[in-house]
């Protein structure tokens, strides 16, 4: 009976290791959120030991959780998911908000160089007007003055032809009377 009592003992016992590295083969290699979904398995977080080697994060066969704690990691990790996917709208929200504020900065440049480019262009034409007029007014006053002269000589060749006109006249009365 005693043997027979060993023997069975022994077979609970290698049952039972069989069964713990059957669920550590279960979660050995699973990602952080895998293993806090799973009910036989728990995350052990990355740690120093004393010896000072760094034995890293993992997941490793422990207590089954109960339902309330099988669902409190399932809502963390449905959680960080959610957190994750705002972080990342709101990181798409900066980028377009940055490249309208790019587009903008151009279009505000555009338009003011355009608008210089119109100034210039208007002075440019305003010049050109003004000089247009200053010659204009000197072509008016070169043509009068041109008329003028043109007048004057006229009546100085006037005034001559009656002077002259006069002499004779005053040259023959006095042929006359003498």
Do not use: F
């Amino acid at each position: 009976m005693k043997g027979l009592l060993k023997g069975l003992i022994a077979v609970v016992v290698g049952l039972g290791l069989t069964m713990s590295s059957a669920n550590a083969a279960d979660c050995k290699g699973k990602t952080q959120s895998a293993c806090s979904a799973s009910n036989s398995c728990k995350w052990v977080k990355g740690y120093a030991r004393k010896d000072g080697i760094k034995v890293s994060a993992h997941c490793r066969v422990g207590k089954k959780k109960s339902a309330l704690e099988a669902k409190a990691a399932k809502s963390k990790v449905k959680a960080k998911s959610k957190a994750a996917d705002a972080k990342s709208k709101v990181s798409d929200l900066k980028s377009k908000a940055k490249s309208k504020k790019s587009a903008a900065k151009s279009k505000a440049k555009s338009k003011k160089s355009a608008a210089k480019s119109k100034a210039t262009d208007a002075k440019s034409k305003a010049k050109s007007k003004a000089k247009s007029k200053v010659s204009d007014a000197k072509s008016k006053a070169a043509s009068k003055k041109s008329a003028a002269k043109s007048k004057a000589n006229t009546k100085k060749s006037a005034a001559k032809s009656k002077a002259k006109d006069a002499k004779s006249k005053l040259a023959s009365k006095v042929k006359t009377k003498s």
